[in-house]
């Protein structure tokens, strides 16, 4: 228990400085220099509509009724689609999925392991107004590989909302 | 444990089909082509009525106090009642029940076993504004087998409270 | 003052007929007599994309940079959409203008009218967990004139606001 | 100005203490004297059902399409219905409403003249999770004449939704 512990916590401090890594990595190499501040990739709504028109065909050849959010760099809500006969529940979940894979710039199925009793980040879901840390919920990244946004997937089993959100991602 | 989290896995994929089948099927069947948008089936007041007295009815014959909430197809109260000593803390819990049963077209126990800790859906109580996953929130239907609202209600124990519920369910 | 009152009140009562008329006869006409509840028109998908793309058209032939949501029939979020650079605020107002034109059936705007000090309606706004009563939400109806949803825009002076958001309800 | 204020002020204190008259007669004149604590006057569900009804009949008398909530003497639901096409924003007015008026044992519409800019309660909305001030809430009482609980009433202009309200509660 306390071994396991420890071995969650190591590969979230390896994830946060990788995922740090590519942060900078992203703004150092697009950031202009002659401004105080910095520049933040962040995702414009053709690609936003791309990809949540790419969630949606997925979501059709599946045979699934999706609810699709997607967030900016900020974790705002930039666009969402809720398919005729979707769950209701879905549009919070969706969205939360999506803020939640944003705020932390993490496929929200990982954060949900180190959020079970015991796990180091156990109710991790009370913060932020409430989080989503089953499968669904996947960052947005640039052809640099800069997180831009997330999209958020929900109204079926776990496995397929991350199958759509992955079509999603994967069409930017 | 990895072999009863397949079982649930299958079971939701297996509800997930069936339900979209259902909703694709009543929209198929009663959507006219020549508007836009499409009609979808709800509740009428005279039918939550008889499904809350129903329910009440239930609840006297079997002795327990109950709080008794209906929502509508889009997930809005349509009709509630407190019995006279029922719990105040159970109108709220009530009206969450019969909500996360049309957010999700399944009774709410049904969410309740997925969302342990563990389980595919854990801690998805902190989306909606509060979910309650335990028993006692039973979608409602048409005899075309439509979602026309849910029935929510507590006040004893959860099955009894699934009981009362499926009462006024089978009152439709 | 007195005067002002009596004819706003008028009004109210006028579009409550109104508004009312139009329901019952869309409930009448298309409520099939063999099934507990009625069939109520609904927006679908393709629709509540056609009127978010009309909108945003509009916005950028206005040259201003908008946030549009659009509700279903049962008030709950369908789709939407927020242009690089419109303001992060206006989101939630966006989709409080949508969920409040759907709750009353009527343009937001009517309701600010009623809802100023010494009106009829003052301080509903802490009603439904806020609403924006001010221009730029609009019902959306189908040819048969039933309410199907609702679009609320955000993102410039409510002029603007509420022509963006009549040129997404005239696309349907 | 100042010399209204001193009337609103005067006017709040005289009733002020003529309810408190009523309540205390009401007390004294029902409770037991052998116990610790008071008993105070309750509504029954079979009386909420029977004021619920004769508002519905009211309405459809009148041909308005109402929200009718009932809360009990401790301000909390006892009984709801929402009349089929009653707009979906009245579901949480009239339950305000209902509270509002239970809240201070006044009609709502009392409140909100006081409620005005420049008004002794001015923006008093603002407390208890958000109030509703104009007309539509109205307190019952039994025979004795002790506030048993309140009715809300929302759906069409403040005067129908008094005047239905009235009906409910000339109905106990």
């Known amino acids: ?28 190499a697009h950031g202009p220099d002659d401004h105080e501040g910095y520049y933040s990739a962040d995702i414009d709504l053709d690609t936003a509509m791309k990809a949540l028109e790419a969630a949606r065909a997925k979501a059709e050849e599946m045979g699934v009724l999706m609810d699709i959010a997607i967030v900016d760099a900020g974790a705002n809500l930039k666009a969402f689609a809720r398919m005729d006969g979707a769950w209701i529940g879905s549009i919070d979940i969706a969205m939360k999925k999506a803020r939640t894979a944003r ?28 989080l989503i840390t089953f499968p669904g919920g996947v960052p947005l990244r640039n052809a640099a590989g800069d997180v831009i946004g997330a999209i958020g997937v929900s109204g079926s089993t776990v496995e397929d909302d991350h199958e759509v959100a992955m079509a999603g991602a994967d069409a930017i």
């Open 1 to 28: 228990m306390v071994k396991s512990k420890w071995i969650l916590a190591a590969s979230v401090a390896i994830l946060a400085v990788a995922i740090g890594t590519v942060q900078w990595e992203g703004v150092d």
């Open 103 to 130: 705020f932390f710039d993490m496929n929200t199925g990982v954060i949900g392991e180190l959020s079970q009793p015991g796990g180091p980040l156990y109710n991790i879901e009370h913060s932020n107004g409430g």
